[in-house]
Antibody, heavy 116, light 108 residues
Framework: QVQLQESGPGVVKPSETLSLTCTVT????????WTWIRQSPGKGLEWIAY???????KYNPSLKSRVTISLDPSRNQFLLNLTSVTAADTAVYYC??????????WGPGTLVTVSS | DIQMTQSPSSLSASVGDKVTITCRAS??????LNWYQHEPGKAPKLLIY???TLRAGVPSRFSGSGSGTHFTLTISSLQPEDFATYYC??????????FGGGTKVDIK
């Protein structure tokens, strides 16, 4: 069965770029859709973006100008880049497999803190 | 964006209780509604998709209903492992997927 694991720096400085990797095991990255979701402290869940091998990529309109999601099939990974981060981007970031725009399964999440 | 409003935002219940959580959409979303369970420190889990279809492996005490703008998640007999936060999510607008604010279920 598919399993996901997020990785990346735990702290990012304001105005810099947040880069995260999601490693997929038990299934090919070339199948399905893949998505990033975040949860800011004390708040609910926010969908960030999704992509697939066939190139259908969509971004949350509120983040679209700062976000890039991409696939690395050679490593069976997909990536998130979020530019010009501020304290508002402090959150637990989750990666997930998407089927018919529901999310299952999810990775355990990784906390990213924006701080100087 | 389609706004998803859950109620209540929190509730206290006892083991064995029947629990009902409501999710309302700001516009008609047919049955494009999914429910998740989120325990602190763990990955969220999909419980129900397409408003009423139970994900494989999810206990049958969980059920979902509704269509259009009004949806409910029901736990027929609350178990100790069910104390968590529950989220609805609409998948009607695939360019702007959105979640409800969550309902925290804790022990009375």
């Amino acid at each position: 069965q598919v399993q996901l694991q997020e990785s990346g720096p735990g702290v990012v400085k304001p105005s810099e770029t947040l880069s995260l990797t999601c490693t997929v095991t038990g299934g090919s990255i070339s199948s399905y859709y893949w998505t990033w979701i975040r949860q800011s402290p004390g708040k609910g869940l926010e969908w960030i973006a999704y992509t697939s091998k066939i190139g259908s990529t969509k971004y949350n309109p509120s983040l679209k100008s700062r976000v890039t999601i991409s696939l690395d099939p050679s490593r069976n990974q997909f990536l998130l880049n979020l530019t010009s981060v501020t304290a508002a981007d402090t959150a637990v970031y989750y990666c997930a497999k998407s089927t018919s725009y529901s999310f299952d399964p999810w990775g355990p999440g990784t906390l990213v803190t924006v701080s100087s | 964006d389609i706004q998803m409003t859950q109620s209540p935002s929190s509730l206290s219940a006892s083991v064995g209780d029947k629990v009902t959580i409501t999710c309302r959409a700001s516009q008609i979303i047919d049955n494009y509604l999914n429910w998740y369970q989120h325990e602190p420190g763990k990955a969220p889990k999909l419980l129900i998709y397409s408003a009423s279809t139970l994900r494989a492996g999810v206990p049958s005490r969980f059920s979902g209903s509704g269509s259009g703008t009004h949806f409910t998640l029901t736990i027929s007999s609350l178990q100790p492992e069910d104390f968590a936060t529950y989220y609805c999510q609409q998948s009607k607008d695939t360019l702007a997927l959105t979640f409800g604010g969550g309902t925290k279920v804790d022990i009375k």
